[in-house]
C-alpha cells in the first residue's frame, strides 16, 4: 500500500512539472501573440501553423547555445543559481490541490511563503556572482523590490488566513462554495495583483530589467541556457501567481474546467498590463509599497482580526 501511494505521488509529481513546463512555453507564445496585436502586428506566425511550434523552437535554439561566461566570474554560483531558480519556481507548484491530494499541505501558505522568499537568493546571487557593476545593480534593485512586496504579501495573505482559519490551500476552495473572497476584500485583491507583478519582475514594476538604464539586469551576463532558465523561471512564477489568485480570490473551483479559464484570464492580465503601462518611477515604486500597499493590508488585516473576536464573543 506504502509502494502504491509513493508510485501515485512520484507519477503526480511528474504530471504536474510536465504540465508546468508546457503551460509556460506556450505562455510565452500567448505574450508574443497579444503584444503584437497591441502594437498592430503579427506576432510569431512563421514556424509551422500559426507559430505554434514557435516556443519549442526557441529552446531548442537556446539550449543548443554555446554558454559563455565572463572571465572573472564565480562560475559555480553563476553556473548554478538560474537551475535553483527554476527548481524553486516550480518547487512552490506542490501546494496545487491536487486530484490525488499530490502533498496535502496544512501549512502550504507558509511553504509559498518560504518558497518565494528563497527565490530572491537566486536573483541576489545571479547578479553577484557575474562579477558585473550592471548585473549587480539590477540584482540589487530585484532584492529590495521582490522584499519590500513580499510584506504586503504576507499581510495579506495573513488576513484571509484569520477567515479560513488556517494555512492549508484546499480551506479556501471549501470556504468559497457560496461566495467568493472577491467580494469581501476588494481592495486587498488589487493590492495583491499589484503586489503580484511586482513579485514577478512584470511591467510596471521591471526594474531588475530596466532595459533603458540598465541593459538587462541581473541576467545581463547570461545567454543560451542560463538566459532560457531564468525566463522559465519568471514564466512559471506568473503562472503560479495566477493561479493562486483563482484559488484564493475566484471560488478556487480546481477540479472545474472554468478555473482554467479564469487562470488563462489572469495571465492575459499580466501581458494587458505589460503592453499598456509605462515603467514605474523607482523611489514612487518603493513608496507605493510601504506607504500604501503596507497600511491597506495592516488596516485590513485589524479589520479581519476585530470581525473575527467580535463573532467569537457573540458565539460565546
Known amino acids: ?66 554558454g559563455i561566461n565572463p572571465m572573472l566570474s564565480n562560475y559555480v554560483l553563476f553556473y548554478f543559481s538560474p537551475v535553483v531558480g527554476l527548481f524553486m519556481a516550480l518547487l512552490v507548484w506542490l501546494i496545487y490541490p491536487y486530484m490525488t491530494l499530490l502533498f496535502s499541505f496544512n501549512l502550504s501558505l507558509l511553504f509559498f511563503i518560504c518558497c518565494t522568499s528563497m527565490g530572491v537568493y537566486t536573483i541576489m546571487i545571479a547578479g553577484w556572482s557575474s562579477n558585473s557593476n550592471y548585473a549587480l545593480l539590477g540584482g ?16 495579506i495573505l495573513l488576513s484571509f488566513v484569520l477567515l479560513i482559519e488556517g494555512y492549508c490551500v484546499m480551506e479556501f476552495i471549501y470556504l468559497q462554495v457560496n461566495s467568493w473572497f472577491v467580494f469581501i476584500g476588494f481592495p486587498l485583491v488589487l493590492a495583491w495583483f499589484a503586489s503580484s507583478l511586482a513579485e514577478t519582475n512584470r511591467t510596471p514594476f521591471d526594474f531588475a530589467e530596466g532595459e533603458s538604464e540598465l541593459v538587462s539586469g ?12 531564468i525566463f522559465m523561471a519568471e514564466y512559471t512564477s506568473i503562472m503560479f ?39 514605474f518611477r523607482y523611489d514612487k515604486l518603493m513608496y507605493l509599497a510601504w506607504k ?15 470581525l473575527k473576536i467580535f463573532f467569537l464573543s457573540l458565539v460565546i
Request: charged letters at 10%; a positive charge; proline letters at 3%.
Open 1 to 66: 500500500m506504502i509502494f502504491y501511494e509513493v508510485m501515485i505521488t512520484i507519477v503526480s509529481c511528474f504530471v504536474l512539472i510536465i504540465c508546468v513546463l508546457v503551460g509556460m512555453a506556450f505562455l510565452t507564445l500567448l505574450e508574443r501573440k497579444v503584444l503584437g496585436y497591441m502594437q498592430i502586428r503579427k506576432g510569431p506566425n512563421k514556424v509551422g501553423f500559426v507559430g505554434l511550434p514557435q516556443p519549442l523552437s526557441d529552446a531548442l535554439k537556446l539550449f543548443v547555445k554555446e
Open 218 to 229: 541581473f541576467n545581463v551576463e547570461y545567454s543560451g541556457g542560463g538566459f532560457a532558465l
Open 241 to 279: 501567481m495566477s493561479m493562486l489568485f483563482c484559488v484564493m480570490f475566484l471560488g478556487g473551483d480546481v477540479f472545474s474546467f472554468m478555473f482554467f479559464i479564469k487562470l488563462v484570464f489572469l495571465a492575459f492580465l499580466f501581458i494587458w498590463v505589460r503592453g499598456t503601462l509605462p515603467r
Open 292 to 306: 500604501s500597499f503596507l497600511p491597506l493590508s495592516l488596516n485590513f488585516l485589524f479589520f479581519f482580526l476585530g
Open 140 to 155: 540589487l534593485r530585484a532584492v529590495a523590490q521582490t522584499i519590500s512586496y513580499e510584506v504586503s504579501l504576507a499581510l
